[in-house]
């Protein structure tokens, strides 16, 4: 009868390995030999995981074995007498690293015998150099944006984030897709604009599009096509890759601290560095008093060295050291899920359905359902397009109604035609998502019907700017910075329609492509454009004719993007207009000088740096004092008094 081991408790290595060497048929040398040196490297023990027993699969009923059903199966996957089929296949990770753990051998048992938990590992070759460089930037990070305004250092930041992503990424040897790298330019470009433009809600949108290109960046830095996404795959790709950019640097942080401890060299250098210390405290002692004594500067710095007056920053301290961690704890998951990707899957591509963000629908609809929504959706807008060609465009309307009634009649459609032509746009592309098409023939007709509802679509969008022009006309007409951005969307969301019937009928899927540069060319638009000092241009023009208050409170609020503007229109205007513009400069120059941090080199800003310049050239000719200036309600009363401001100053 074959002797059977004693069952291994896998939370016992010391049984693990008794147990193995008792085995009667385990004489062969070799098997010592590996015995031995499993011993002497404990960590790659198998049993240095956590084992899970899982009860084995019940034999089949032709089997003739004799061993018995109850011995856990652990003990015939490491007897030497075992059937060849029952040893464990070698396990390969996603990445091929040196780790020892790595390595064929240590792989995973049968499957439905044992499960075991493995620990995360660092995917990096080099963990450590990864780690150091994420500590650089982050210091980087601190030193450009912490305590200062947002200026220069957001290019500069970027910049050394694309030369650490692509030098530490050819150092690791992981790939790079060049057909990605066009995503550096508007990349570069909307980083240029932080520092040139000071305008709150562009700034805004420039940070928003700075962080979508970098997480998209990281995403196809190595793998994919981003021309095949849809629309759903942007917004969920960036999701999935800022949670990466989180989860990713727990087991490379973890592996660079298994680094460093690793060994007693540290404890024992830490013992005669702690002897050099005592007997430094009595040297320094001396040579501190000698050089107190000689030089009273150095005695005053001394004083307040040892009152600890250092540690009233303390809490500021703490908050860099946090700040700089969290810049690199971002940065170390972006370059590792940036190099690691493309091994998943091991072609280092992703299906287009498999990308995050990807909905496939659960029942299609017939090519009956969807053309007859496009047939009536298209008669609507048919009668509605007629009356615009009749009433709008040919003038009807403004020869058939007074002045205030035809005002508010094209004041009270603009909006309404803008959310009308955003929903279509949802409207054809979605159908088209959930359409099924059984025959060539329908899915021409389709695109046919959705090619004339694109074209109704533009004449809607042709009135909205119609109603705009119009609207502009009034006598008391506020232009403001939003009316620019709406410009200019309209334009791109005609361009994008357009895209989007071309693409129909050649290229169904490149529409999101499209779609996605029509939205960096919509604020790459309004970048160029400067709305605040344009708004403020016109709306002085105005205030000049119409003495709105309004209007030039308005101006009071907009960035200093306005300045040159406003400077331009000082020598223009007169009475009550220009008194107005030299408080509004005198309040800009005030401000500047009582708060200098923008003169730092980080926080250098094209805009700020011009508009302080004129200033100054402003004071130096006195046509504006440097002062304290009026607040606006003392400025209105002196203009309900006399209808002048004499003296801006408070």
């Given at each position: 009868m074959q002797n059977i081991p004693e069952p291994i408790n896998p939370n016992n290595s010391d049984q693990t390995l008794n147990g193995l060497h008792d085995t009667p048929d385990n004489t062969s040398k070799s098997k010592l030999d590996r015995l031995n040196n499993l011993q002497s490297q404990p960590e790659n023990l198998p049993v240095s995981y956590n084992w899970e027993l899982v009860p084995p699969p019940p034999p089949p009923p032709s089997s003739t074995s004799t061993t018995p059903a109850s011995v856990p199966a652990v003990a015939a996957f490491f007897s030497p007498t075992a059937p060849a089929k029952q040893q464990p296949p070698a396990y390969q990770p996603p990445w091929a690293g040196p780790d020892p753990m790595h390595q064929p051998g240590y792989g995973f048992p049968p499957s439905g015998t044992i499960a075991p938990k493995l620990p995360r590992v660092s995917p990096l070759k080099s963990s450590v150099r990864t780690v150091a460089v994420a500590l650089v930037l982050g210091g980087a990070a601190d030193f450009l944006f912490y305590g200062k305004s947002l200026g220069i250092s957001g290019l500069i930041f970027v910049v050394l984030l694309l030369v650490g992503l692509f030098t530490a990424g050819r150092l690791e040897k992981a790939p790079y897709a060049l057909r990605h790298i066009w995503l550096i330019l508007p990349l570069l470009f909307f980083a240029t604009m932080l520092f040139v433009r000071a305008n709150?809600?562009?700034t805004t949108l420039n940070v928003i599009a700075v962080m979508a290109l970098l997480l998209l960046i990281v995403f196809f830095y190595a793998a994919?096509?981003?021309?095949?996404?849809?629309?759903?795959?942007y917004p969920a790709i960036m999701f999935v890759t800022f949670m990466e950019t989180i989860t990713q640097p727990a087991p490379v942080v973890s592996t660079?601290?298994?680094q460093l401890v690793k060994g007693k060299k540290p404890m024992r250098m830490a013992a005669p560095v702690l002897r050099g210390l005592l007997l430094a405290i009595p040297v320094l002692a001396v040579f501190v008093y000698l050089l107190s004594s000689a030089d009273s500067v150095f005695a005053r710095y001394t004083n307040d060295f040892l009152r600890l007056e250092f540690l009233k920053d303390l809490p500021d301290i703490i908050w860099q050291i946090g700040f700089i961690l969290a810049v690199a704890w971002l940065v170390i998951g972006g370059f590792t899920y940036a190099w690691t990707r493309y091994h998943k899957p091991s072609n280092g591509q992703i299906?287009?359905?498999?990308?995050p963000g990807t909905i496939v629908p659960l029942n299609k609809l017939g090519f009956v359902e969807v053309s007859t929504v496009l047939i009536l959706v298209n008669l609507l807008f048919m009668g509605f397009a007629w009356i615009q060609?009749?009433?709008?465009f040919f003038g009807e309307a403004a020869s058939g109604m007074s002045g205030d009634v035809y005002k508010e009649y094209v004041r009270r459609?603009?909006?309404?035609?803008?959310?009308?032509?955003?929903l279509t746009l949802a409207l054809i592309i979605g159908l088209r998502w959930a359409a099924h098409f059984g025959k060539k023939t329908q899915k021409q007709l389709f695109n046919g019907l959705s090619n004339l509802m694109i074209g109704l679509v533009i004449v809607m969008l042709v009135s909205a700017w119609q109603r705009m022009v119009v609207w502009e006309n009034v006598e008391f007409y506020l232009n403001t910075e939003l009316r620019m951005y709406v410009r200019s969307f309209i334009i791109w969301l005609g361009l994008a329609f357009a895209w989007l019937g071309l693409t129909m009928w050649v290229a169904p899927n490149r529409f999101a492509i499209g779609a996605f540069i029509a939205i960096l060319g919509f604020l790459g638009t309004v970048n160029l454009m400067n709305p605040d000092n344009e708004v403020t241009a016109d709306n002085l023009a105005r205030y000049k004719v119409h003495q709105g208050y309004i209007t030039f409170n308005y101006l009071t609020n907009l960035s200093d993007d306005a300045v040159p503007a406003l400077v331009a229109s000082l020598n223009k205007t007169d009475g009550v207009v220009q008194d107005l513009v030299r408080r509004e400069l005198v309040r800009r120059l005030w401000n500047m000088e009582s708060d200098t941090r923008w003169k730092q080199l980080p926080a250098f800003h094209v805009s700020r740096q011009e508009a302080y310049d004129q200033l100054k050239t402003l004071q130096k000719i006195n046509q504006i004092p440097l002062c304290r200036p009026i607040d606006t309600y003392e400025a209105s009363r002196r203009e309900n008094n006399t209808g002048r401001i004499s003296n801006p100053c408070a």
């Open positions: 709150v809600l562009l994919d096509k981003i021309e095949n996404l849809g629309l759903f795959n660079v601290n298994k299906k287009p359905e498999n990308l060609f009749t009433y709008l459609g603009f909006i309404e035609l803008l959310v009308a032509s955003m």
